[in-house]
């Protein structure tokens, strides 16, 4: 056995001590809900990034319907949730999602809140985070150990395994995040020149994606806003920070697809500026945050509404997922 299937040996076996029931009924008894935040759904593997396979999203619906009662983001912030509930969110706005995610959902009949990057999805343009992992992944090993410059900082190339990968990505990605969006681009362009390598082909849902879903299944599936470029929020300046709400919200808003009144922040992130224009534009706003959403903040405070915590899911099995949603793994950071 490798090191994730002895992982997911060990989740399997603590979920039916009882122990994740446990953390369940200590969560559901003190309000405390999750919402369950992802990417991409895909069978195709992705050192760089690596997205969850298709079986496996089904095995965690499955786990999960079992154990909680789904309800759409709409009814949670509305107060229509009980304290059984979980929600399911999507980020970015991948054609896997139509292709993978979307027939488990409508299968078992769950609402899905959707952010997308309105300009991402308007002109079919990867994001940059999948522009520099695309970079990395198409590294020849002769480059191995060989470094890049980034801004002021260097980057060591390891490519010898998917964990050395997945770290070069990662370290490249945040060391591209504070950069002012368009020199982020071209520094990622003239890496790509540089190594001879195209831009990335991974595929965006169009706006007539969307649309099929939406008839297919009348209310399941709920669009809102990604911002309209997917930069990181903390690093503009405020005039292109509005920019970035407003212009994705009035993009929606043309669309006529449903009420838009939030707004996902790109890689989860704010600071006060974000939360200044997520309050002009939206009614409520979500991060990452790794923790359960707690009813009564919902309720009686209108901070949180902007600061929302999903838990952006990365696991590879559903019994991981479920002991992550109970916040077990956080009794180890």
């Known amino acids: 056995m490798n090191s994730a299937q002895i992982r997911n040996a060990i989740f399997k076996i603590l979920f039916y001590t009882g122990l994740g029931h446990i953390l369940h009924f200590r969560n559901k008894r003190s309000g405390k809900i ?155 362009s003239d890496l790509q020149n540089k190594y001879g390598q195209k831009r990335s082909d991974l595929k965006m849902l169009s706006w007539n994606d969307i649309s099929d879903m939406q008839a297919k299944a009348p209310g399941l599936l709920n669009i809102q806003s990604h911002t309209h470029t997917h930069p990181f929020l903390p690093s503009l300046k405020p005039d292109r920070l509005e920019a970035e709400m407003e212009n994705s919200r009035n993009h929606l808003e043309k669309k006529n697809l449903n009420k838009i009144n939030a707004i996902a922040y790109p890689i989860g992130a704010c600071n006060d500026n974000t939360l200044v224009f997520a309050r002009k534009h939206y009614a409520h706003a979500f991060m990452v945050g790794e923790k359960l959403v707690e009813l009564s903040q919902l309720q009686n405070n209108p901070e949180y509404l902007y600061r929302i915590p999903r838990f952006n899911i990365s696991d590879n099995t559903g019994y991981e997922i479920f002991f992550r949603v109970n916040e077990f793994h956080r009794i180890f950071s």
């Open 34 to 188: 999750p919402i369950l935040l992802f990417h991409r759904i895909s069978p195709e593997p992705d050192p760089c990034w690596p997205p969850l396979h298709p079986d496996a999203f089904e095995h965690t619906i499955r786990l999960l319907s079992r154990h909680y009662a789904f309800c759409s983001l709409d009814e949670l912030i509305g107060g229509n949730a009980g304290k059984n509930a979980c929600c399911i969110a999507f980020d970015d706005g991948y054609l896997d999602f139509k292709e993978h995610a979307f027939p488990v959902l409508l299968k078992y009949k769950i609402p899905v809140t959707l952010f997308v990057p309105t300009n991402n999805i308007e002109n079919n343009l990867p994001l940059w985070t999948n522009e520099a992992d695309s970079f990395v992944r198409n590294l020849k090993k002769e480059n191995e150990n060989s470094s890049i410059s980034i801004g002021n900082e260097t980057v060591s190339l390891k490519l010898s395994s998917s964990k050395d990968l997945f770290r070069t990505a990662t370290q490249v990605k945040d060391r591209l995040m504070s950069i002012e969006p368009g020199t982020r681009d071209k520094i990622i």
